[in-house]
């Protein structure tokens, strides 16, 4: 997955902190200009992250910070839970919330010149993500998925909120290869 603002060399600096407090690292971006951010998303293995926890990560990713001093300049560190309709940004969240809809960015167009689209995640298979639009199902190569993120639907709220975040239930019954 490619993205402009990704920081893998901060990722590759925090992660190791994040892991010894039981956190898994969703997504890290860098955003410059007038006021840059720090953007550290994370969550817990079963999917939950709190606002203690937020603080707890925030804390200790300050102080490696500012030890190693990665970034030169001022900058804002924002550390947040990945919220509902999250990013997709690990070949494992594709898979777990697989029956859930979505929107998926490729880094180049397909032969078609298509480069978004949106439709019903299946899962991953052979390194593509699996895409239901419409009656046909798009097999897309992770490799070349720029963002992707879930749509917020009623289906989806439901399912986070009747308080399975490890493996909600996709809305018509479990995806393929379940």
């Not at 690990?90 to 898979?95: G, M, S, T």
């Not at 439709?119 to 639009?133: N, W, Y």
Request: aromatic share 4%; with cysteine.
């Amino acid at each position: 997955m490619t993205a402009s603002d990704d920081r893998s060399d901060i990722r590759q600096l925090i992660e190791p902190t994040a892991q010894a407090l039981g956190f898994e690292l969703v997504r890290v971006t860098f955003t410059g200009g007038g006021s840059p951010v720090l953007q550290i998303m994370a969550e817990r293995a079963d999917g939950t992250m709190s606002v203690d926890d937020c603080a707890t990560l925030s804390r200790e990713v300050s102080t490696l910070l500012d030890v190693e001093d990665p970034i030169p300049g001022e900058y804002n560190l924002e550390v947040s839970s990945p919220g509902i309709d999250r990013p997709l940004t690990r070949p494992k969240d594709f898979e777990r919330w697989a029956g859930f809809d979505a929107k998926v960015e490729l880094d180049t167009p397909r032969d078609d010149g298509q480069r978004r689209f949106k439709g019903r995640l299946r899962g991953l298979e052979a390194a593509e993500v699996l895409l239901d639009v419409g009656a046909e199902t798009l097999r897309l190569p992770l490799a070349h998925v720029a963002k992707a993120k879930l749509i917020l639907t009623d289906d989806l709220i439901a399912a986070v909120t009747a308080g399975q975040p490890d493996r909600p239930t996709p809305p018509n019954g479990p995806s393929r290869g379940e």
